[in-house]
C-alpha cells in the first residue's frame, strides 16, 4: 500500500494569515503517461463527510474559493490556504488514487490561533 | 445536482453481516465515467478506502486488501443504487461508512459523499 503521511498534525494560524500543509506519499503518484499526480485534497468539518478541495494535486474543485491552492508532484505535495478564513477550521486530508488500495493521509487539524 | 442517500442499520451483531445501499440521484450507476466507493471513518483507522464498483462494457470491482475476503460491492442497476456487505464482523468495523463518487467526467476525486451512517458492531 502507499503510505500516506500528513504534517504538521495540528496547525494554529491567525485569520488572514497563510497555511500550509503538507503531505507525502511512500512512492510517486505520478503517472508518466498523462503527467497527472493522482493526488487529491479534501476538508472536512465535524458531523459532515469529507469535501473535494482539490484533484490531479493542483486542480481547484468547482467553487473551492481561490484562496485555496494545491502544488506538488511526484511524492510532495502541499496545501496552501493563503489567507485563513474563520469557516477554514477543519481537519484536511490528502488522499492518493494511484494504485490500489486508494489510501489517505492521517488528517491535519487546522485551528485559529 | 447529484446525490448520494445512504440507508441501513446502525447496529450490527458481531460475526453477522454489515449490509449498506447507497442510492443514487442525478447519475447512473452505470455510467462509464465514474467509480461509486465505500469509505469508513473512525478513530483508529482514520479514512480507509474499502472498495468500489464500475461499468467499462462490462462490471469490474476492485477492494482493499484487508477486507477482501470478507466484502462484495454491487450495482443494483433497476435501482440506480448500489450496496456494500461486509461479512463476519467484529467490534474494529465499527465507523462512520460513507459512499462516494470517484472520478466523473475527468475530475478525479471524490466529488459527491453520501450523508455518512454510523454503523456499530456490538452484541
Known amino acids: 500500500d502507499i503510505v500516506m503521511t500528513q504534517s504538521p498534525d495540528s496547525l494554529a494560524v491567525s485569520l488572514g494569515e497563510r497555511a500550509t500543509v503538507n503531505c507525502k506519499s511512500s512512492?510517486?503518484?505520478?503517472?508518466?503517461?498523462?503527467?497527472?499526480?493522482?493526488l487529491a485534497w479534501y476538508q472536512q468539518k465535524p458531523g459532515q463527510p469529507p469535501k473535494l478541495l482539490v484533484y490531479?494535486?493542483?486542480t481547484r474543485e468547482s467553487g473551492v474559493p481561490d484562496r485555496f491552492s494545491g502544488s506538488g508532484s511526484g511524492t510532495d505535495f502541499i496545501l496552501t490556504i493563503s489567507s485563513l478564513q474563520a469557516e477554514d477550521v477543519a481537519v484536511y486530508y490528502c488522499?492518493?488514487?494511484?494504485?490500489?488500495?486508494?489510501?489517505f493521509g492521517q488528517g491535519t487539524k487546522l485551528e485559529i490561533k | 445536482q447529484v446525490q448520494l442517500q445512504q440507508s441501513g442499520p446502525g447496529l450490527v451483531k458481531p460475526s453477522q453481516t454489515l449490509s449498506l445501499t447507497c442510492a443514487i440521484s442525478?447519475?447512473?450507476?452505470?455510467?462509464?465515467?465514474?467509480?461509486w466507493n465505500w469509505i469508513r471513518q473512525s478513530p483508529s483507522r482514520g479514512l480507509e478506502w474499502l472498495g468500489r464498483?464500475?461499468?467499462?462494457?462490462?462490471?469490474?470491482?476492485d477492494y482493499a486488501p484487508s477486507v477482501k475476503s470478507r466484502i462484495t460491492i454491487k450495482p443494483d442497476t433497476s435501482k440506480n443504487q448500489f450496496s456494500l456487505q461486509l461479512n463476519s464482523v467484529t467490534p474494529e468495523d465499527t465507523a462512520v461508512y460513507y459512499c462516494?463518487?470517484?472520478?466523473?467526467?475527468?475530475?478525479?476525486?471524490?466529488?459527491?459523499w453520501g450523508q455518512g451512517i454510523t454503523v456499530t458492531v456490538s452484541s
Open positions: 488522499q492518493q488514487h494511484y494504485d490500489i488500495p486508494y489510501t
Open positions: 512512492q510517486s503518484v505520478l503517472n508518466n503517461s498523462n503527467n497527472k499526480n493522482y
Open positions: 490531479w494535486a493542483s
Open positions: 462516494a463518487r470517484y472520478c466523473s467526467g475527468g475530475r478525479c476525486g471524490m466529488d459527491v
Open positions: 442525478g447519475d447512473s450507476v452505470s455510467s462509464d465515467n465514474a467509480a
Open positions: 464498483t464500475y461499468y467499462r462494457s462490462k462490471w469490474g470491482n
